[in-house]
């Protein structure tokens, strides 16, 4: 069963992605585009908020937008409670 989704603002989202190799290539408001180089020089992206705490449904939607690249088993413990 599942956790609970964490409140976490975008900065901290940054931080967490940073672990897994993204780093932010450019900002414009207050929303960030992070990019990393996958093996075989395939460009991964990702596109969130800077908000200081982020919805549910905008945190939950940049967690699926993540697993495209990095594993649920690695990725699962920063945003969901045990």
Do not use: N
């Not at 989704?5 to 931080?15: A, Y």
């Amino acid at each position: 069963m599942p956790g609970k989704l964490r409140s976490l603002s975008g900065e901290d989202v940054v931080r967490i992605l940073a672990r897994f190799g993204f780093q932010l290539i450019s900002q414009r408001g207050s929303h960030a585009k992070l990019r990393r180089i996958a093996s075989g020089g395939h460009k991964q992206t990702l596109h969130l908020p800077l908000h200081s705490e982020l919805r549910r449904g905008t945190l939950h939607a940049i967690y699926q937008q993540a697993l495209m690249y990095i594993p649920d088993a690695d990725l699962r413990p920063h945003f969901f409670t045990d």
